[in-house]
Nanobody, 121 residues
Framework: VQLQASGGGLVQAGGSLRLSCAAS????????VGWFRQAPGKEREFVAA????????YYADSVKGRFTISRVSAKNTVYLQMNSLKPEDTAVYYC???????????????WGRGTQVTVSS
């Protein structure tokens, strides 16, 4: 499975961005997809995930109520809508995938290349 992330950029605090993750190849139509992020000097952390079967969503506490993960199955694409962005959301965001959304939160099977999100104060 190949994952292509896009949509990062520079935004002011309080603004919004939408990230996209397009999956292709292999079993891309039946994998759960999630987002992780890594800020400078920090470990990579889970952000959000969506299961392929029921569309069940999972969020890190730090983004609940501000970020929304969704999918368009026909396009094999998952989106991360990020609202009310804060400077602490600044990080490289990575798209990831796995057979289980629950397991994906700690041990993804596939990784995409990251996209930079910078939130200025």
């Amino acid at each position: 499975v190949q994952l292509q992330a896009s949509g990062g950029g520079l935004v002011q605090a309080g603004g919004s961005l939408r990230l996209s993750c397009a999956a292709s190849g292999g079993t891309s139509s039946s994998v759960s997809v999630g987002w992780f992020r890594q800020a400078p000097g920090k470990e990579r952390e889970f952000v959000a995930a969506i299961s392929w079967s029921l569309g069940t969503t999972y969020y890190a506490d730090s983004v609940k109520g501000r970020f929304t993960i969704s999918r368009v199955s026909a396009k094999n694409t998952v989106y991360l809508q990020m609202n009310s962005l804060k400077p602490e959301d600044t990080a490289v965001y990575y798209c990831a995938a796995g057979l289980s959304a629950v397991v994906l939160r700690t041990r993804p099977d596939y990784w995409g290349r990251g996209t930079q999100v910078t939130v200025s104060s």
